[in-house]
């Protein structure tokens, strides 16, 4: 059973098309995130929503719209897709929004090619 | 500038060889966190640090919390190739935000 499940695993597009990545966790938390992770490695949180509230909105594009429809799903809508959208997305849960006093567990990631 | 520098960004050793990775920082953690990631997959979490001085292994991997609670470091014992991956370490400065360092990327080599 995987704990926080994210699809697609990989996707192409093209610039200017709207795409949509999907999250769901099966371990019964409250709280969900999604991260960007550059091609240098670095992993940085976009959002987090807890029990479909959304608490953490960094500075990120307004493209970039997140839904939670339940507290087990979180979905990442983006809109106009640019080159500098290409990345791995994570997607993680928590039993809390505790940041680093509570363990997240991360999906497998989806890695977006924009060309 | 990122609130928490991991040195050294990569590491290439052979296998029963020893290292160690930093994770520094001129902010006050209440916890650090260290993660592992593995190409193709979600990072995932080894071990969190709360105390100052800290110490603590798993393993063949030493976690230590520096005494300020404003750095930490991994030393992994005899590595072996299934150490190889990228290790993160993470804290929450404030409002409940994860952040990440840069990342060491680990090759440990047969």
């Known amino acids: 059973d995987t704990a926080v499940s994210q699809t697609p695993k990989y996707l192409v597009t093209q610039m200017g098309n709207d795409k949509s990545i999907k999250c769901e966790q099966n371990?019964?938390?409250?709280?969900m995130y999604w991260y960007k992770q550059d091609s240098k490695k670095f992993l940085k949180i976009m959002f987090s929503?807890?029990?479909?509230?959304?608490?953490i909105n960094e500075t990120v594009p307004n493209r970039f719209s997140p839904k939670s429809p339940d507290k087990a799903h979180l979905n990442l809508h983006i809109n106009s897709l640019e080159l500098g959208d290409s990345a791995v997305y994570f997607c993680?849960?928590?039993?809390?929004?505790?940041?680093?006093?509570?363990?997240?567990?991360f999906g497998p990631g989806t890695r977006l090619t924009v060309l | 500038t990122q609130l928490l520098e991991q040195s050294p960004q990569f590491l290439s050793i052979q296998e029963g060889e020893n290292l160690t990775v930093y994770c520094n920082s001129s902010?006050?953690?209440?916890?650090l966190q260290w993660y592992r990631q593995e190409p193709g997959e979600g990072p995932v979490l080894l071990v969190t640090?709360?105390?100052?001085?800290e110490v603590k292994k798993l393993k063949r991997l030493t976690f230590q919390f520096g005494d300020a609670r404003k750095d930490s470091s991994l030393h992994i014992t005899a590595a072996q190739t299934g150490d190889t991956g990228l290790y993160l370490c993470?804290?929450?400065?404030?409002?409940?935000?994860?952040?990440f360092g840069g990342g060491t990327r680990v090759l440990v080599k047969p």
């Open positions: 929503y807890n029990n479909k509230e959304l608490i």
């Open positions: 640090v709360v105390t100052g001085g």
């Open positions: 902010s006050v953690f209440s916890s």
């Open positions: 371990l019964g938390h409250d709280t």
């Open positions: 993680a849960s928590s039993p809390s929004p505790a940041g680093g006093e509570d363990t997240q567990y």
């Open positions: 993470a804290g929450e400065p404030a409002g409940n935000k994860l952040t």
